[in-house]
């Protein structure tokens, strides 16, 4: 049977035992912000580091970046997040809460969430929403909102010290523009031939309309993102190759195959430049089950790197001859696409093209709320609960902990050396406190995956207990082959 874990079990064992707090909560709390606690910003890093060994480290076609927050407003111009990134809000006439309108449950319905695209800022299409049997998620009055109007998401800063001089600048709200923006330099100063990806993992943020469920919708955030660069005619390959690779990642990671899936874009949800979009979805433990989005993989053809030469020929016209910005004609970007400078030249088939690009683009904090969600479990063991995180090793937040029986006969010197010793290849943790019983109970919790105990034995013949997490299982090891033995079993 299907293990039940309710949001709530996660939460509260997030706050007591350090992985996740809320953001200022000293002054009461911030909404939708989180901080990563000692053991939160361990699991979080892993995740990230298992992201980068599998898309970077191991490939031979993908290289890395990481780009700035604030880009030149030119980028969100050319990328159409400055038009076009928007919610669609309805505001309820009696509480005057606003919601998405695609979160809005009908009456009687189990779910809301319809999946749309973000809006056109310009375009209200209010027609094709009908609410007169929508439920408001905060009163629960039905059918009383206003018009759907389009809500920007992109939060904005100002630059520069001066009043004259400063500018609005965006906070970036996905990390992918900064690579297309890098697109010639990465080009022109590494061997990289197509196919190939740059990848990039950075913060990014969105003025979200509703936060919810803890770090699943926040308003600033991680993103792990591949703009994987191809020839036109070849990307329904690499979309494929993609979907598997991405899909096995969080297999291989341990999160359960029954709490996986994928769930394809219907053609009236696919962005206008999309050729194809598949959400990875895991079943998270919100109300009663809800299937919902971990990552976007997603077909986004040559629009990318074709708008941004669109752009950059905007702004040197502007420069120029300070013209009508926006009068780049027809006949320009065919010129551009022949031989525009983000286009890409093969060499073996003197052909120029500007490639299509396949993007997964995955949320760091989702998967790790998906990674935590999938390991908890409780069990009844003599009488008493034991609640443990089932973490894969690689991204447990402590590999092992070392703990000496007791304070007494140089088992704590013993302890120590090992601990010493352990720390220069994994996270390790040194505990000397209380019951043995009550410390290896803690590093359940922790998700740690194994406890070495030096006992009266280890005095004796140098062997040590070396205690399986999820079995509890406990062998003897020697001493002089702990560090092989445990770097077998974790694969590091
Ligand atoms: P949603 O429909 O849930 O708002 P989206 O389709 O707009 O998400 P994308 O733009 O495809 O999301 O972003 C890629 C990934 O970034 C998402 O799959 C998710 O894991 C993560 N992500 C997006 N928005 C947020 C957020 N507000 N909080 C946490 N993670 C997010």
Not at 15 to 35: M, N, P, T, V, W
Not at 179 to 193: G, S, W
Not at 207 to 216: C, L, P, Q, R
Not at 232 to 241: K, L, M
Request: proline share 4%; charged share 30%.
């Amino acid at each position: 049977m299907a293990k039940i874990t309710k949001l709530d079990d996660i939460v509260s064992l997030c706050k007591r035992r350090g992985f996740i707090f809320q953001s200022s909560e000293i002054y009461g709390g911030l909404a939708s912000c989180y901080d990563y606690g000692p053991l939160g910003v361990e699991l979080k890093n892993n995740v990230k580091r298992a992201w980068w060994k599998n898309v970077v480290q191991m490939r031979d076609d993908v290289v890395g970046l990481d780009c700035s927050i604030l880009m030149h407003p030119m980028v969100w111009k050319a990328s159409g997040h400055a038009d076009k990134f928007a919610d669609l809000i309805a505001e309820c006439k009696k509480c005057n809460v606003r919601t998405r309108v695609d979160h809005l449950a009908e009456k009687d319905a189990e779910h809301a969430e319809e999946h749309t695209e973000h809006v056109a800022i310009d375009s209200v299409q209010a027609a094709a929403h009908d609410l007169s049997r929508k439920l408001c998620p905060s009163c629960g009055t039905v059918g009383r909102f206003t018009e759907p109007m389009p809500f920007k998401l992109m939060f904005e800063t100002q630059m520069g010290a001066n009043v004259d001089d400063s500018m609005t600048m965006q906070l970036r709200p996905e990390t992918a523009q900064g690579i297309f923006a890098n697109f010639r330099n990465v080009l022109d100063t590494t061997r990289v031939k197509i196919p190939f990806g740059i990848a990039q993992i950075g913060k990014s943020f969105r003025n979200e309309v509703t936060t919810k469920a803890f770090i699943f919708r926040t308003r600033e955030f991680e993103q792990a993102e591949l703009e994987f660069f191809c020839e036109p005619g070849t990307d329904e390959q690499w979309f494929e190759h993609w979907k598997e690779a991405r899909f096995n990642w969080y297999l291989d990671l341990g999160i359960s195959k029954e709490n996986l899936r994928f769930r394809e874009h219907d053609p009236d949800e696919l962005a206008h430049y999309a050729k194809g979009c598949v959400d990875v979805e895991y079943l998270f433990p919100f109300g009663s089950g809800d299937w919902q989005e971990l990552e976007g993989i997603a077909n986004r053809t040559d629009y990318d790197l074709r708008q941004h030469q669109r752009g950059m020929r905007t702004l040197n016209r502007w420069f120029e001859n300070g013209r009508d910005v926006n009068r780049v004609t027809l006949a320009d970007e065919a010129e551009d696409y022949q031989s525009g400078p983000l286009s890409y030249f093969n060499d073996e088939q003197k052909r120029r093209y500007i490639p299509y690009v396949i993007e997964p683009s995955a949320g760091i904090d989702r998967s790790a709320l998906a990674f935590l969600v999938d390991a908890y479990d409780e069990e009844e063991v003599r009488g008493e609960t034991r609640n443990l995180l089932r973490f894969n090793p690689a991204i447990a937040p402590i590999k092992a902990a070392v703990f000496p029986l007791v304070k007494k006969d140089g088992m704590p010197e013993i302890a120590r050396n090992i601990y010493d010793d352990l720390k220069k290849y994994f996270n390790c943790f040194y505990d000397e406190k209380g019951a043995v019983g009550r410390r290896y109970r803690r590093q359940d919790e922790a998700g740690t995956p194994f406890c070495i105990t030096v006992d009266g034995q280890t005095l004796e013949d140098k062997t040590v207990t070396v205690r399986q997490r999820d079995s509890m299982e406990q062998v003897r090891v020697s001493t002089d082959q702990l560090k092989g033995h445990l770097r077998e079993k974790l694969d590091m």
